[in-house]
């Protein structure tokens, strides 16, 4: 062994501030951040921007309004895109999904992570080619 091993297997790339608004090139646990904005008694991830980063599950994003995807890739598939998306009963609410609003993930990789939101957005999602 070469030295401690981080989340994605990826030596040095977790976010070293868990409260930055602008992550760039680190591997994060979408669930450990929602730790974090919880212990401020926030109930959703806002206002936050990563590039280059992998975001980790096992975990659903409820992806709310004012957030955006340029380049990213939505994670593996099993050869079905539809295997990443949750049909929620409530676009708004979703127990157990942790919810992002206002963030941009730019040149991002998801990794076990399914998304569920609005229907305008799961259908943008399912219209995805999947490789």
């Known amino acids: 062994m070469t030295g401690p091993f ?29 730790r974090t904005v919880m ?39 099993e050869g079905d895109i539809r295997n990443l998306v949750l049909h929620p009963a409530s676009p708004d609410r979703v127990i157990g999904a942790i919810p992002v609003a206002d963030c941009a993930f730019e040149n991002c990789q998801f990794m076990g992570v399914g998304f569920t939101g609005a229907e305008l957005f799961l259908k943008q999602v399912l219209a995805l080619e999947t490789f």
Not at 16 to 29: G, K, P, Q, R
Not at 39 to 45: D, F, G, M, Q
């Open 39 to 77: 212990a401020k008694n926030e109930s959703v991830i806002r206002n936050r921007t990563f590039r280059g980063c992998q975001i980790e599950g096992p975990v659903v994003m409820l992806v709310q309004p004012g957030t955006t995807f340029n380049r990213t890739n939505f994670g593996p598939t």
């Open 6 to 34: 981080q989340p994605g297997g990826r030596p040095g790339r977790i976010p070293l501030d868990a409260d930055a608004l602008v992550f760039e090139n680190v591997d994060i646990s979408l669930f450990d951040l929602y």
